[in-house]
């Protein structure tokens, strides 16, 4: 059974650091790993992702605060998060595809007072 747990959500203020984890279980580790976002009242949208190889890339709005990483050792991505702003303020969700299924976290808080 698939599973992918969030962690380390929060509050922070605006300029603060936050740093989520997704546990990952169930699937081949090896894979390419996603964070999606959703604000209240919008679409989720892709915020970073990490192939299995350990390339990168990144949503616009992110690029030079966020980081992406993983550990196969610990079957675990993280998502680094500096320079927050009010804007970050969303639900952030671990994905992945594995064999054509999309498979989700359910989501960890993230909110960024000014």
């Known amino acids: 059974q698939v599973q992918l747990v969030e962690s380390g959500g929060g509050l922070v203020q605006a300029g603060g650091s936050l740093r989520l984890s997704c546990a990952a279980s169930?699937?081949?580790?090896?894979?390419?790993l996603d964070w999606y976002r959703q604000a209240t009242g919008k679409q989720r949208e892709l915020v970073a992702t990490?192939?299995?190889?350990?390339?990168?890339n990144y949503a616009d709005s992110v690029k030079g605060r966020f980081t992406i990483s993983r550990d196969n050792a610990k079957n675990t991505v993280y998502l680094q998060m500096n320079s927050l702003k009010p804007e970050d303020t969303a639900v952030y969700y671990c994905h992945t595809t594995m064999f054509g299924m999309n498979y989700w976290g359910k989501g960890t808080l993230v909110t960024v007072s000014s």
């Open positions: 169930g699937i081949i580790f090896s894979i390419k």
């Open positions: 990490i192939t299995s190889g350990g390339s990168t």
